[in-house]
T-cell receptor, first 116, second 114 residues
Framework: DTEVTQTPKHLVMGMTNKKSLKCEQHMGHRAMYWYKQKAKKPPELMFVYSYEKLSINESVPSRFSPECPNSSLLNLHLHALQPEDSALYLC???????????????FGPGTRLTVL | GQQVMQIPQYQHVQEGEDFTTYCNSSTTLSNIQWYKQRPGGHPVFLIQLVKSGEVKKQKRLTFQFGEAKKNSSLHITATQTTDVGTYFCAPANAGGTSYGKLTFGQGTILTVHP
């Protein structure tokens, strides 16, 4: 199984809502990532979890709250978002191998978020 | 993160023509990855280059890593409509971490006219 799944595929929320994005992988990967991607722009890294611990937070506003309940699951809790937070949110995972080279990242299909 | 310039931003070609996108850095890269994102899709890993001067081929795609490890290119021979999408380079710098923090280039959006 080389698939990363994400739910929901689409999400529309108001600025006062609380919602969560979910990501799951069963490849035994020990690193998981959240990216934000605006139209015609590259993915921008938000968070990295390594061995279920938050290892990188790219100065993301606190209205985005990541959670890694176990090695297969990654959540992104959303609260009090702004319209400019509307974007495609991508989850990715990788093996987390030490040594030379960089992990290949496997991306999920993303959640397209619209904040009204 | 590692900054790179990726050019061109857009490329329109007729089916059958060749296509090349370039990724340039002012500092030495430890390795570089390339990803493809189809319209409406998600990034998909294509290749990783690690060695100076490395050249790798995947059917009609040829990937190169410069001798100084500061630039890389992706060349597609005889484009097909299935090649449509955005091609991103994603380098790691010489001091990069082993858990693969990627900083994507701006991408080249390829359109292929049948």
């Amino acid at each position: 199984d080389t698939e990363v799944t994400q739910t929901p595929k689409h999400l529309v929320m108001g600025m006062t809502n609380k919602k969560s994005l979910k990501c799951e992988q069963h490849m035994g990967h020990r690193a998981m990532y959240w990216y934000k991607q605006k139209a015609k722009k590259p993915p921008e890294l938000m968070f990295v979890y390594s061995y279920e611990k938050l290892s990188i937070n790219e100065s993301v506003p606190s209205r985005f709250s990541p959670e890694c309940p176990n090695s297969s699951l990654l959540n992104l809790h959303l609260h009090a978002l702004q319209p400019e937070d509307s974007a495609l949110y991508l989850c990715a995972s990788s093996r987390l191998i030490a040594g030379a080279g960089t992990d290949t990242q496997y991306f999920g299909p993303g959640t397209r978020l619209t904040v009204l | 993160g590692q900054q790179v310039m990726q050019i061109p931003q857009y490329q329109h070609v007729q089916e059958g023509e060749d296509f090349t996108t370039y990724c340039n850095s002012s500092t030495t890269l430890s390795n570089i990855q390339w990803y493809k994102q189809r319209p409406g899709g998600h990034p998909v890993f294509l290749i990783q280059l690690v060695k100076s001067g490395e050249v790798k081929k995947q059917k009609r795609l040829t990937f190169q890593f410069g001798e100084a490890k500061k630039n890389s290119s992706l060349h597609i021979t005889a484009t097909q409509t299935t090649d449509v999408g955005t091609y991103f380079c994603a380098p790691a710098n010489a001091g990069g971490t082993s858990y693969g923090k990627l900083t994507f280039g701006q991408g080249t959006i390829l359109t292929v006219h049948p």
